[in-house]
């Protein structure tokens, strides 16, 4: 079993920037992949970006935030991380990281029953 909680939301003016953590526990994490996804009001959840914890640390990101966000591990503090950038009112949504057995089994496709774990979610307001 795989717990994670996410932090680091909030309320940022337009293009402002924030480090989301997704901290991690369980067992057999090392092949994991963790994905990153958002619900804004009204819309489906979206996938945005993953990262394999393996050595070579792949990283998957959609076109929508391509460029503005980046994923990053530290596999010493079981944390994953999110660097928003230059963000825009349209990125207003609460924050999920996810679980799922294996980078290439799970983030080129980001489809929620693919994953096994879900973090509580964090808000992120981006407004003036």
């Known amino acids: 079993q795989v717990q994670l909680v996410e932090s680091g939301g909030g309320l940022v003016q337009p293009g402002g920037s924030l480090r989301l953590s997704c901290a991690a526990s369980?067992?057999?994490?090392?092949?994991?992949?963790i994905g990153w996804f958002r619900q804004a009001p009204a819309k489906e959840r979206e996938g945005i970006s993953c990262?394999?914890?393996?050595?070579?640390?792949?990283?998957y990101y959609a076109d929508s935030v391509k460029g503005r966000f980046t994923v990053s591990r530290d596999n010493a503090q079981n944390t994953v991380y999110l660097d928003l950038t230059n963000l825009k009112p349209e990125d207003t949504a609460v924050y999920y990281c996810?679980?799922?057995?294996?980078?290439?089994?799970?983030?080129?496709?980001?489809?929620?029953?693919?994953?096994?774990?879900w973090g509580q979610g964090t808000q992120v307001t981006v407004s003036l």
């Open positions: 990262i394999s914890i393996a050595d070579n640390g792949a990283t």
């Open positions: 996810a679980e799922g057995p294996g980078f290439g089994s799970v983030c080129p496709i980001m489809s929620r029953p693919g994953f096994r774990s």
């Open positions: 369980g067992s057999n994490l090392d092949f994991s992949g």
